[in-house]
């Protein structure tokens, strides 16, 4: 099955300019396939003394560098899909997502996947539904672990889990803390409430006494 990925259908990958998290995923390293010779970028390629690179080089090239070299406008590179969302490790988080340890796959993994959706590849429905489905089928289980354990330490519990997993983690568990929090505010007022109640039925029964 190829793993080439083709033109992508806006001509770059877009960017949250100002987002961390999401440059720091533009950053991660995708293979590539040189289609042309290009003169003066040489000294990318640290395997080679050559000047220029050679038609047919294949480099591992950061994805905003690969989206440069790939637009509607020239296909200098076929950018390769990574291994990790090539076909046998969508059928391992098929088969159960909730055992993989996603983080060693990527710690930006929907980040750099989604990205790789804005080229055109025979296999970009497929990726599409495995990042959909793999993100739905952990989503409960983060969630059921943040709410039972608001008060650990969730570092041991997290180190399996993407980055957007991981702020769902911290999200779900400070809700939790909030709604422990209003709670207890309800149960005082309840329990102001039915005091100044029952002291007005006293004074009520000694009036009418």
């Not at 690179?53 to 076929?78: F, H, Y």
């Not at 490790?89 to 993989?100: F, G, K, P, S």
């Not at 296999?123 to 059921?144: P, Q, W, Y």
Request: glycine share 8%; aromatic share 8%; charged share 25%.
């Amino acid at each position: 099955m190829s793993g080439v990925v083709g033109t992508p259908g806006s001509g770059h990958v877009e960017s949250t300019f100002f987002d961390i998290d999401d440059i720091v995923a533009s950053e991660h390293h995708v293979p590539c396939r040189f289609e042309q010779p290009v003169a003066g970028l040489g000294f990318i390629d640290q395997t080679s003394d050559d000047d220029d690179i050679q038609e047919g080089t294949k480099l591992e090239l950061p994805l905003w560098l690969a989206a440069a070299l790939r637009s509607r406008r020239r296909a200098i590179v076929n950018v390769e899909l990574p291994k990790q969302y090539k076909e046998t490790y969508r059928e391992i988080l098929t088969a159960d997502a909730n055992v993989v340890d996603l983080h060693k796959l990527g710690p930006y993994y929907y980040g750099c996947g989604t990205k790789l959706l804005m080229f055109d590849h025979p296999e970009k429905g497929a990726v599409s539904k495995s990042l959909l489905e793999t993100f739905l089928n952990r989503f409960r289980r983060i969630m059921d672990t943040a709410q039972h354990a608001f008060h650990a330490d969730g570092s041991g519990l997290t180190e399996k889990l993407d980055n957007v997993e991981k702020m769902l983690f911290k999200a779900g568990q400070v809700g939790v803390q909030q709604f422990s929090q209003w709670e207890k505010m309800e149960s005082r007022k309840l329990e102001t409430s039915f005091t100044v109640i029952s002291h007005r039925k006293r004074k009520r029964s000694q009036i009418n006494a």
